[in-house]
């Protein structure tokens, strides 16, 4: 089995519950070579139901309407494939390449699995061949650091933490300075999860970002924002208030295999104009995979 194969069966998998729930019925209509009102509109409600947002499912709709009118016959899986990658595709993550030393702040609200999405990445760098260092700043909570501390030995990768309470801004300061000295390519910062509407957690992530730049001047490079894909359509605005106030370069979207609605994917992209850089799909280490927009859509179509 090739790479993208194994990527794609991981995807089918991870999709399988927003397929068998809201989509698995597309596919009678799938054998049709046209479609009347009433089946676009029992489409509509499948495309909506998982998620897919009220811009995309009409931007879905409009070219099986376009394409009926200038044809008697159609496909529409292959048309809503086409049209879901060209939506998908517009954004694409920057590949994770080593180079000079670069920091990741990976932030979010609480509960969306942002520490074990971390020590995840840091596993997925390190089978790379990849050096990671991880730096434990989530010091509201003793079970973050803990957690992190249990990932980083899981993963083979150090780790800089402190005590419960401590200043985050100066461990993240550590943490850069003793990469930039050690020569290590990525440094993973986990931060404490906050509200996007929590004024002085946002601003705690400004004394982060000014306190890495004093050893970094570039840093941070990337803010990864976690989101649980079990919010769907929820996690839009709280994805935008993180994307204005604490300039989120990339999301990871998690607990894929557990949700119905993994067709957030596309208002995501669509709507904040923000690549996914990875998909959580399953417990495992090896369960954070890179997005990729074909296994995506196919996926979702065919699960």
């Known amino acids: 089995m090739g790479i993208f194969d194994s990527v794609?069966?991981?995807?089918?998998?991870?999709?399988?519950?927003?397929?068998?729930?809201?989509?698995?019925?597309?596919?009678?209509?799938?054998?049709?070579?046209?479609?009347?009102?009433?089946?676009?509109?029992?489409?509509?409600?499948?495309?909506?139901?998982a998620d897919l947002g009220v811009n995309a499912t009409e931007r879905l709709l409009k070219r099986?309407?376009?394409?009926m009118g200038q044809s008697k016959e159609i496909d529409p899986k292959a048309l809503l494939r086409e049209e879901?990658?060209?939506i998908i595709s517009n954004s694409q993550a920057r590949p994770f390449e080593p180079d000079k030393t670069q920091v990741i702040l990976v932030v979010g609200v609480n509960g969306v699995g942002k520490t074990t999405t971390l020590g995840k990445l840091a596993a997925y760098l390190h089978a790379k061949g990849q050096g990671v260092l991880v730096v434990a700043g989530d010091t509201f909570r003793a079970a973050a650091i803990d957690q992190l501390q249990l990932w980083a030995d899981k993963a083979g990768v150090p780790i800089i933490r402190n005590q419960m309470g401590a200043d985050p801004a100066a461990i993240a300061f550590d943490g850069a300075t003793s990469a930039k000295a050690k020569g290590i390519p990525w440094v993973l910062i986990d931060t404490a999860g906050r509200l996007h509407n929590k004024e002085?957690?946002?601003?705690?992530?400004g004394k982060i970002k000014r306190s890495l730049q004093k050893v970094i001047p570039e840093a941070p490079h990337r803010v990864l924002l976690v989101l649980d894909a079990?919010?769907?359509?929820?996690?839009?605005?709280?994805?935008l208030a993180f994307k204005e106030t604490a300039g989120v370069t990339d999301i990871v979207l998690t607990k894929l295999d557990g949700s119905a609605k993994g067709g957030v994917v596309v208002p995501i992209i669509l709507n904040l104009k923000l690549p996914?850089?990875?998909?959580?799909?399953?417990?495992?280490?090896?369960?954070?995979?890179?997005?990729?927009?074909?296994?995506?859509?196919?996926?979702i179509l065919s699960a």
């Open 8 to 49: 794609v069966n991981k995807f089918k998998n991870g999709l399988r519950r927003t397929h068998q729930l809201t989509l698995a019925p597309m596919q009678e209509l799938f054998g049709l070579k046209t479609l009347d009102e009433d089946q676009l509109s029992e489409l509509e409600d499948m495309l909506l139901q």
């Open 64 to 67: 099986l309407k376009d394409e």
């Open 84 to 86: 879901l990658l060209k």
């Open 200 to 205: 002085n957690l946002m601003r705690e992530l």
């Open 230 to 239: 079990v919010t769907g359509q929820n996690g839009l605005q709280q994805a």
């Open 276 to 299: 996914i850089a990875f998909v959580g799909v399953g417990e495992q280490a090896d369960d954070l995979i890179p997005f990729d927009p074909e296994a995506f859509v196919d996926g």
